[in-house]
């Protein structure tokens, strides 16, 4: 391990966690990532051989069959991992979001329910709040859930679901007008339910069809997938917490701690790529030394690492800050803001180091030329980090008087 993106103060099983999940990646992503990646391939060995260790469990209590770990802990891993293949990090975090909001939110029998399944990796979660005419703007969702008798019957097509293939829990939000007045402001009019399905494509329970993987320019193996609902049933019992309304906070609290996910992505996929510039940078040759020996890459390398230290310290930040009790959103999007811009940056002048075998499929900088973009859009676009960023600000240094 090199000497950035270091973490101080964990305690000795972080440490012996981290070096476990560190060790999985160097042994058994690195050296496959590439070659699935461009198959587009689902890694299924990956994914057991992260259910072995734990990680699909890594914040749930202990008492439901988890690990326990705080955010820091598992931001820390996801960092690792996303430094092996950021696909890999996506199919856990959606997992983790699921399983967060119903730790923090769920009923007593929902979480007795789902979290010792979802612990062992048997139940897999995804989350459903974007649409097709709509990404950031949340307010304005037209998925409707209305009630009939025990049941409420969802209508609506939900988009960009990481994971709505392969999972069999999705939390999708959806409007609902009982109980709401006309006027009522739009975010107090959703609900989160849980709706539980077959694993795979095309009607996977009455009324819940995924059509297929959406075909994207990087972010491959793991499947991104529309929903549509047409007279889907789900019992009352499944609407997260028991009450209607919520959903909106229940979502904003797991796109919170998303957030901070994102960014460690962004980290790990940036130490990646410094990794691969500053090893190529020594071995290739021009002008009779290694190119490492000129001036201008040098300042590359320095700005590259640089970049990288700060994305991880203000991670770690937020991390904490949210394992602490206190709310996090400002250090959240900074955090995820700074390490989506850095990380395309880093990415970028690896490429540049890498010089044409940059353009080369053979070499792994091409296929981290492809991810980085992703984490500019991902659980809010830069410009809605921006947003929150400044609204926050302006709240906290607010003229008095």
Same mark, same amino acid.
């Not at 890594?58 to 996303?82: D, F, H, K, Q, R």
């Not at 290694?290 to 991880?312: D, N, R, S």
């Given at each position: 391990?090199?000497?950035?993106?270091?973490?101080?103060?964990?305690?000795?099983?972080?440490?012996?966690?981290?070096?476990?999940?560190?060790?999985?990646?160097?042994?058994?992503?690195?050296?496959?990532?590439?070659?699935?990646?461009?198959?587009?391939?689902?890694?299924?060995?990956?994914?057991?051989?992260?259910?072995?260790?734990?990680?699909?469990?890594?914040?749930?209590?202990?008492?439901?069959?988890?690990?326990?770990?705080?955010?820091?802990?598992?931001?820390?891993?996801?960092?690792?991992?996303?430094?092996?293949?950021?696909?890999?990090?996506?199919?856990?975090?959606?997992?983790?979001?699921?399983?967060?909001?119903?730790?923090?939110?769920?009923? =007593?029998?929902?979480?007795?329910?789902?979290?010792? @399944? #979802?612990?062992?990796?048997?139940?897999?979660?995804?989350?459903?709040?974007?649409? !097709?005419?709509?990404?950031?703007?949340?307010?304005?969702?037209?998925? %409707?859930?209305?009630?009939?008798?025990?049941?409420?019957?969802?209508?609506?097509? %939900?988009?960009?679901?990481?994971?709505?293939?392969?999972?069999?829990?999705?939390?999708?939000?959806?409007?609902?007008?009982?109980?709401? !007045?006309?006027?009522?402001?739009?975010?107090?009019?959703?609900?989160?339910?849980?709706?539980?399905?077959?694993?795979?494509?095309?009607?996977?329970? &009455?009324?819940?069809?995924?059509?297929?993987?959406?075909?994207?320019?990087?972010? +491959?193996?793991?499947?991104?997938?529309?929903?549509?609902?047409?007279?889907?049933?789900? !019992?009352?019992?499944?609407?997260?917490?028991?009450?209607?309304?919520?959903?909106?906070?229940?979502?904003?609290?797991?796109?919170?701690?998303?957030?901070?996910?994102?960014?460690?992505?962004?980290?790990?996929?940036?130490? @990646?790529?410094?990794?691969?510039?500053?090893?190529?940078? =020594?071995?290739?040759?021009?002008?009779? +030394? &290694?190119?490492? *020996?000129? =001036?201008?890459? *040098?300042?590359?390398?320095?700005?590259?690492?640089? +970049?990288?230290?700060?994305?991880?310290?203000? #991670?770690?930040?937020?991390?904490?800050? +949210?394992?602490?009790?206190?709310?996090?959103?400002?250090?959240?999007?900074?955090? %995820?803001?700074?390490?989506?811009?850095?990380?395309?940056?880093?990415?970028?002048?690896?490429?540049?180091?890498?010089?044409?075998?940059?353009?080369?499929?053979?070499?792994?900088?091409?296929?981290?030329?492809?991810?980085? &973009?992703?984490?500019?859009?991902?659980?809010?676009?830069?410009?809605? *980090? %921006?947003?929150?960023?400044?609204?926050?600000?302006?709240?906290?240094?607010?003229? *008095?008087?």
């Amino acid at each position: 391990m090199g000497r950035l993106a270091r973490t101080e103060g964990l305690t000795d099983i972080q440490e012996e966690i981290l070096a476990t999940v560190r060790g999985f990646v160097d042994k058994e992503i690195i050296p496959v990532a590439t070659e699935l990646e461009h198959k587009d391939e689902y890694p299924t060995e990956i994914v057991e051989g992260l259910k072995e260790l734990g990680i699909f469990g890594l914040m749930i209590p202990e008492e439901y069959g988890g690990l326990g770990e705080s955010l820091l802990t598992y931001a820390l891993c996801v960092e690792e991992i996303a430094r092996g293949w950021m696909s890999v990090s996506g199919i856990i975090n959606t997992h983790f979001i699921v399983a967060y909001m119903l730790k923090q939110h769920g009923t =007593q029998e929902q979480k007795d329910h789902f979290l010792p @399944r #979802m612990a062992t990796g048997e139940v897999r979660g995804a989350f459903s709040m974007s649409e !097709p005419a709509l990404g950031s703007d949340v307010s304005a969702i037209s998925s %409707k859930g209305v009630r009939d008798g025990n049941e409420y019957v969802l209508t609506g097509q %939900k988009m960009w679901l990481t994971n709505g293939g392969s999972s069999n829990l999705v939390a999708v939000l959806c409007r609902t007008d009982e109980g709401h !007045p006309e006027g009522t402001a739009p975010h107090k009019s959703m609900t989160t339910f849980l709706v539980e399905k077959e694993p795979g494509f095309g009607e996977v329970r &009455p009324g819940l069809t995924i059509p297929g993987k959406i075909d994207k320019m990087g972010y +491959k193996g793991v499947d991104t997938t529309e929903l549509i609902m047409d007279g889907l049933r789900v !019992p009352a019992d499944r609407v997260l917490g028991g009450e209607t309304g919520r959903g909106f906070y229940h979502m904003m609290d797991g796109v919170e701690v998303g957030r901070v996910n994102v960014a460690a992505r962004g980290c790990g996929v940036a130490q @990646r790529a410094f990794e691969l510039g500053v090893s190529y940078a =020594q071995q290739r040759q021009t002008f009779g +030394k &290694p190119i490492a *020996q000129h =001036q201008a890459i *040098q300042f590359k390398l320095a700005e590259m690492a640089t +970049k990288v230290e700060a994305a991880h310290a203000l #991670m770690v930040g937020a991390a904490r800050k +949210k394992d602490s009790g206190q709310r996090n959103d400002l250090e959240a999007g900074m955090a %995820k803001y700074l390490a989506s811009e850095y990380c395309k940056e880093v990415v970028e002048d690896a490429f540049r180091i890498h010089g044409g075998y940059g353009f080369s499929k053979e070499y792994e900088i091409e296929r981290l030329y492809r991810e980085a &973009p992703m984490l500019l859009i991902g659980e809010g676009t830069a410009e809605i *980090q %921006k947003m929150i960023i400044g609204r926050r600000l302006l709240e906290e240094y607010r003229l *008095q008087g």
